[in-house]
């Protein structure tokens, strides 16, 4: 959790460096957390269109992106 909240804090960076690259483990984190929290959802049995809503997605975005896996 501390390597995300570093992360957060390397982001504001002046130096474009540190910023981008933490910009880009954010990112990382990101889609790792959506694809937990979306296996999560659909295991107790939530609908392709409740989890676009909760993403602010529609149900077709959610599930071309995570109904493969």
């Known amino acids: ?6 992360a ?3 982001a504001t960076s002046q130096d474009p460096t540190v910023g ?17 929290q979306v296996d ?7 609908s392709w ?3 676009g809503e909760a993403l602010g997605v529609s149900k077709q975005a959610a599930h071309k992106k995570h109904g493969r896996r």
């Open 40 to 46: 999560n959802a659909r295991a107790l049995g939530w």
């Open 20 to 36: 981008l690259r933490a910009v880009a483990a954010l990112r990382k984190l990101v889609e790792r957390l959506e694809s937990l």
């Open 1 to 6: 959790m501390s390597q995300a909240v570093d």
């Open 8 to 10: 957060a804090n390397d």
């Open 49 to 51: 269109e409740q989890i």
